[in-house]
């Protein structure tokens, strides 16, 4: 395939990385005018972050800014100090954990089950044996995925709100890559709120985008939308009054393996395989940004027909996908939203 250069993945984050900060100098755009704005940039959960507010009290950036540094810190499943790393080794036995991490979790598992095996918090195991949090790429043979497939399944967590616990099955492991940004946004934007921010645009690395309240201006939010097979041009701008944008794309993370085949980071829990139903890339706008993390993922991995079936089957969110052939597919609401380029 053409479009992926065969550069080696550690060289090729570190210059996403670069990219990441050169973009997003230009995405989301039109939020620049004669109204002040503050602004705060800072790297987290893997990402270059932007919280941009309009009409905000002395702190409240920074105070929102923590909060998602905190949440970084205590669900990342690779950082030996986090609450998840000490869950994913109590070794079955039940762990009581913070408000944050039963939140995340109990929410991760309803959707879970809403997201018909498309979805699994407890994918870890899998992801680990393709390397893809690690940096040390691999293609497991189909044996080993066999076997770990038997440490995933989330409706096999159990957890207990009242005594605020959380048991994993020995051997289970979490992985809340596919919606800890969401999380974030949504707690940030609570934050921003509560200070009395009028409005504000939370960018937590491109991937996961939240803007609520009226710009100063009236004008509506505006953000382009990667094309993910011309590199770094817009495919287009989607404008909205206030949301959450979220994209999964097989572009932000992946390895060429031995075969020349392109392995990348979305996971399809049924084979423990990159998922390759026909997807390239999903951009879905929901109310909360948890929702459109995990749902951007899930809609990756049903593809284009099993997508369609789910947004007629739901309809709160509007979607946008690019698939593996080069075509683009949206949902009726998104298409009254979204303006291609040129
Ligand atoms: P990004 O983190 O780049 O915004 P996504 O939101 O799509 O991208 O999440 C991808 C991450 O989610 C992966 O890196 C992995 O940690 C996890 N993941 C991959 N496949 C699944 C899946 N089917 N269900 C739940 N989590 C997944
Ligand atoms: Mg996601």
Redesign the pocket.
């Known amino acids: 395939m053409k479009h992926f250069p065969a550069i080696e993945y550690r060289h090729r984050r570190l210059l996403a990385r670069l990219l990441a900060a050169m973009l997003v100098l230009l995405m989301p755009i039109g939020i620049s005018g004669c109204e002040k704005a503050d602004e705060r940039e800072f790297f987290a959960?893997?990402?270059y972050m932007r919280i941009r507010v309009f009409g905000a009290p002395e702190g409240a950036l920074d105070e929102a800014a923590d909060e998602i540094e905190a949440l970084s810190a205590l669900l990342s499943?690779t950082d030996e100090k986090s609450e998840i790393y000490a869950l994913n080794h109590a070794e079955g036995k039940a762990m009581t954990v913070s408000p944050d991490a039963f939140d995340i979790i109990e929410r991760g598992l309803e959707l879970?089950r809403e997201?018909g095996g498309?979805?699994?918090?407890s994918?870890?195991p899998v992801?680990r044996a393709w390397g893809?949090?690690e940096d040390e790429n691999r293609v497991p043979p189909e044996s080993e995925l066999r076997e770990l497939l038997k440490l995933v399944g989330d409706e096999r967590i159990v957890t207990d709100r009242a005594a605020r616990t959380v048991a994993l099955p020995a051997g289970f492991e979490l992985?809340?890559?596919?919606?800890?940004?969401?999380y974030a946004a949504d707690r940030a934007k609570e934050r921003l709120s509560d200070a009395g921010v009028s409005a504000a645009l939370i960018d937590l690395?491109s991937?996961?985008i939240l803007a609520f309240g009226k710009k100063p201006d009236g004008s509506k939010w505006k953000i382009a939308v990667r094309d993910p097979m011309g590199g770094d041009t817009p495919a287009g701008t989607i404008e909205f009054d206030g949301g959450a944008i979220?994209?999964?794309?097989g572009w932000?993370?992946y390895f060429e393996g031995p075969d020349g085949q392109v392995y990348w980071?979305?996971?399809?829990?049924r084979t423990g395989a990159p998922?390759r139903t026909g997807a390239y890339s999903?951009t879905v706008l929901t109310d909360d940004a948890l929702y459109g993390?995990?749902l951007?993922?899930?809609l990756?991995?049903m593809g284009p027909d099993g997508a369609k079936e789910y947004y007629e089957a739901h309809g709160d969110f509007e979607y946008l996908m690019f698939s593996e052939d080069g075509g683009m597919l949206m949902s009726p609401g998104m298409k009254g939203l979204f303006t291609p380029a040129g």
Do not use: N, Q, Y
Request: with cysteine.
């Open positions: 959960m893997d990402a499943a879970s997201l498309c979805f699994e918090l994918l870890r992801s893809f949090t992985d809340l890559g596919a919606l800890a940004k969401g690395g991937s996961t979220s994209t999964s794309g932000e993370r980071h979305i996971i399809d829990p998922a999903v993390d995990a951007s993922t899930a990756f991995v």
